[in-house]
């Protein structure tokens, strides 16, 4: 079926609502059409835990924000993105604040501020550790609302249709009627998440498999920075525990990792201790486990803070760990590190601007500039929200220039139903695992390479079932999953040093001339 729309936004996090609400005061004729691939609740803003960096008090200054943002990019960050998203931090939490959503407060009535790691002041607004449920709640009750903006859950992007770099919208399939809409429209906005399912252990929600940066990746975008993808140290250890994260606000209100012993360890490899920057962190934990033989750590704050502190601050954690009977009030929480923010992703301005015509990519899925090497915590709300307003405003300004371009209909070829939906778990399964092993924490140059031999086989295999048969949602997250684990693999090659995030056994220091990454199409 052929659909038009002037607005095409795919993607339900806090990036692509919070642009819908824009659009729609700005122009509120202007039709949108908004489309995830679960529900609205399915995405990696529903499980931020943390908050949103934003200075807030008089013992804070927007240029301290700005110096720990860069401390931690670790010499990638593009200065001036950094300066502009940071100093438009407070207008954006204010409306926020305007909106309804309930920042946690103290005794005295003041915005409770966390502090968490590679942070020099508490600025951390926070709803206890829900952050993300709550402000997506907020939105997505706003949203709904609104009449110009039409909602469509279970729809699953494909591909976008682009000619000589310019986008005209998008192939998506209906996931319940197995219909493959052509969507065409004066701008397609991709606020597609992460791409943590990349990896055998993450936070991150099932469909954080990468469709953004693939899509925008086979359309002639630039991608950068992919070898810098974000571990986060603490994620819940259990068999049956499946991607929880287990805040750093917690080590910011004192929880210490220690091992299996009952010894801290943190001391050994960062002067902030407990509050190191993530990839300190990470790497610490990995050293620990690699050295012991140990299976995971422990995150101690049971010892530090009261029982009423604990779960009047950690309610989420709290209730979660609760249920696979670890009382973290009485006991340590047994934890591991995990893929946990995709740092890289399709090169933009701070607008959401590609180098495609009309097609726009905000949040985890673009490379602003403003992480680096290392993403400062609490900051990817922050980003979202400040881009996607200014993604709001150039759409406007363009918005009466464009024009709907329809497209041909999807060709079906000689695809039939699948015979061998084995292929898809068995590919799955091995990516994952290899680009724990290999492309994970630590890496070496030959773990680098079995990755590399191994994705480009697995490739031909995708792309030969991709055209083989009918399109569903696990083959179509499967060829992003894979077009990604190489984008990361390459990248993270092509860096001859350690630096941030990427860490390499065979470059452990700094090159003294170091740039961004940067990939396009062919490879």
Same mark, same amino acid.
């Given at each position: 079926?052929?659909?038009?729309?002037?607005?095409?936004?795919?993607?339900?996090?806090?990036?692509?609502?919070?642009?819908?609400?824009?659009?729609?005061?700005?122009?509120?004729?202007?039709?949108?059409?908004?489309?995830?691939?679960?529900?609205?609740?399915?995405?990696?803003?529903?499980?931020?835990?943390?908050?949103?960096?934003?200075?807030?008090?008089?013992? /804070?200054?927007?240029?301290?924000?700005?110096?720990?943002?860069?401390?931690?990019?670790?010499?990638?960050?593009? $200065?001036?993105?950094?300066?502009?998203?940071?100093?438009?931090?407070?207008?954006? !939490?204010?409306?926020?604040?305007?909106?309804?959503?309930?920042?946690?407060?103290?005794?005295?009535?003041?915005?409770?501020?966390?502090?968490?790691?590679?942070?020099? #002041?508490?600025?951390?607004?926070?709803?206890?550790?829900?952050?993300?449920?709550?402000?997506?709640?907020?939105?997505?009750?706003? !949203?709904?609302?609104?009449?110009?903006? $039409?909602?469509?859950?279970?729809?699953? &992007?494909?591909?976008?249709?682009?000619?000589?770099?310019?986008?005209?919208?998008?192939?998506?399939?209906?996931?319940?009627?197995?219909?493959?809409?052509?969507?065409? &429209?004066?701008?397609?906005?991709?606020?597609?998440?992460? &791409?943590?399912?990349?990896?055998?252990?993450?936070?991150?929600?099932?469909?954080?498999?990468?469709?953004?940066?693939?899509?925008?990746? +086979? *359309?002639?975008?630039?991608?950068?920075?992919?070898?810098? %993808?974000?571990? #986060?140290?603490?994620?819940?250890?259990?068999?049956?525990?499946?991607?929880?994260?287990?805040?750093? =606000?917690?080590?910011? $209100?004192?929880?210490?990792?220690?091992?299996i012993r009952g010894n801290e360890f943190m001391q050994k490899y960062h002067p902030l201790k407990d509050l190191a920057p993530r990839d300190i962190a990470s790497r610490a934990i990995d050293a620990e486990l690699k050295r012991t033989g140990d299976d995971h750590v422990y995150l101690d704050i049971a010892s530090y803070r009261k029982a009423d502190f604990i779960k009047h601050h950690f309610p989420g954690v709290y209730d979660t760990c609760l249920k696979f009977n670890i009382d973290i009030t009485k006991e340590p929480i047994p934890v591991v590190p995990a893929a946990h923010y995709c740092t890289g992703g399709v090169l933009t301005k701070i607008d959401g601007s590609t180098k495609v015509k009309s097609l726009y990519v905000i949040g985890e899925s673009s490379c602003t500039g403003l #992480?680096?090497?290392?993403?400062? =915590?609490?900051?990817?709300?922050?980003?979202?929200?400040?881009?996607?307003?200014?993604?709001?405003?150039?759409?406007?300004? +363009?918005?009466?220039?464009?024009?709907?371009?329809?497209?041909? $209909?999807?060709?079906?070829?000689?695809?039939?139903?699948?015979?061998?939906?084995?292929?898809?778990?068995?590919?799955?399964?091995?990516?994952?695992?290899?680009?724990?092993?290999?492309?994970?924490?630590?890496?070496?140059?030959?773990?680098?390479? +079995? &990755?590399?031999?191994?994705?480009?086989?697995?490739?031909?295999?995708?792309?030969? %079932? %991709?055209?083989?048969?009918?399109?569903?949602?696990?083959?179509?997250?499967?060829?992003?999953? *894979?077009?990604?684990?190489?984008?990361?693999?390459?990248?993270?090659?092509?860096?001859?040093?350690?630096?941030?995030?990427?860490?390499?056994? /065979?470059?452990?220091?700094?090159?003294?001339?170091?740039?961004?990454?940067?990939?396009?199409?062919?490879?």
């Amino acid at each position: 079926m052929k659909i038009k729309t002037d607005i095409l936004i795919i993607g339900g996090g806090v990036s692509g609502l919070s642009l819908a609400l824009k659009l729609t005061k700005l122009a509120p004729n202007t039709q949108i059409l908004l489309v995830t691939k679960e529900n609205l609740t399915e995405c990696n803003t529903y499980y931020a835990q943390g908050g949103i960096a934003c200075v807030w008090n008089e013992d /804070d200054t927007l240029e301290k924000h700005i110096q720990d943002t860069l401390i931690a990019g670790d010499g990638l960050c593009d $200065e001036s993105i950094v300066r502009k998203i940071i100093s438009k931090a407070p207008e954006r !939490v204010k409306e926020l604040i305007d909106w309804g959503v309930e920042f946690t407060r103290n005794s005295s009535g003041e915005y409770d501020l966390g502090k968490e790691g590679g942070h020099s #002041h508490r600025r951390i607004l926070h709803v206890n550790d829900l952050t993300g449920q709550s402000v997506q709640q907020k939105l997505i009750t706003m !949203v709904k609302k609104l009449n110009n903006i $039409e909602i469509k859950e279970y729809w699953c &992007a494909i591909n976008l249709y682009s000619k000589n770099f310019e986008c005209y919208g998008a192939y998506i399939l209906d996931q319940k009627s197995g219909e493959i809409h052509n969507v065409a &429209a004066k701008s397609t906005i991709l606020a597609t998440g992460g &791409a943590g399912k990349i990896y055998l252990y993450t936070t991150n929600p099932d469909v954080a498999s990468g469709d953004g940066i693939a899509m925008a990746y +086979r *359309a002639g975008a630039i991608i950068a920075n992919m070898e810098f %993808y974000q571990f #986060h140290p603490t994620c819940l250890y259990h068999p049956y525990a499946k991607s929880l994260l287990i805040t750093e =606000a917690m080590r910011g $209100e004192g929880a210490v990792l220690k091992d299996i012993r009952g010894n801290e360890f943190m001391q050994k490899y960062h002067p902030l201790k407990d509050l190191a920057p993530r990839d300190i962190a990470s790497r610490a934990i990995d050293a620990e486990l690699k050295r012991t033989g140990d299976d995971h750590v422990y995150l101690d704050i049971a010892s530090y803070r009261k029982a009423d502190f604990i779960k009047h601050h950690f309610p989420g954690v709290y209730d979660t760990c609760l249920k696979f009977n670890i009382d973290i009030t009485k006991e340590p929480i047994p934890v591991v590190p995990a893929a946990h923010y995709c740092t890289g992703g399709v090169l933009t301005k701070i607008d959401g601007s590609t180098k495609v015509k009309s097609l726009y990519v905000i949040g985890e899925s673009s490379c602003t500039g403003l #992480h680096g090497a290392n993403r400062l =915590a609490s900051n990817s709300l922050l980003e979202g929200l400040v881009c996607a307003h200014e993604c709001a405003n150039v759409i406007n300004d +363009r918005l009466n220039t464009l024009k709907v371009i329809q497209f041909e $209909e999807w060709e079906h070829g000689n695809a039939v139903p699948s015979t061998e939906a084995v292929i898809i778990t068995q590919n799955w399964d091995e990516i994952r695992r290899f680009m724990w092993n290999y492309v994970g924490i630590v890496r070496t140059d030959l773990r680098l390479q +079995r &990755a590399k031999k191994r994705i480009n086989l697995l490739l031909d295999e995708i792309d030969q %079932y %991709y055209w083989d048969f009918q399109i569903e949602k696990n083959l179509i997250e499967l060829r992003n999953l *894979a077009t990604v684990a190489k984008l990361i693999i390459v990248s993270a090659i092509s860096r001859k040093e350690s630096r941030g995030i990427h860490y390499n056994i /065979d470059y452990p220091e700094k090159s003294t001339m170091s740039r961004p990454t940067t990939l396009r199409r062919p490879w």
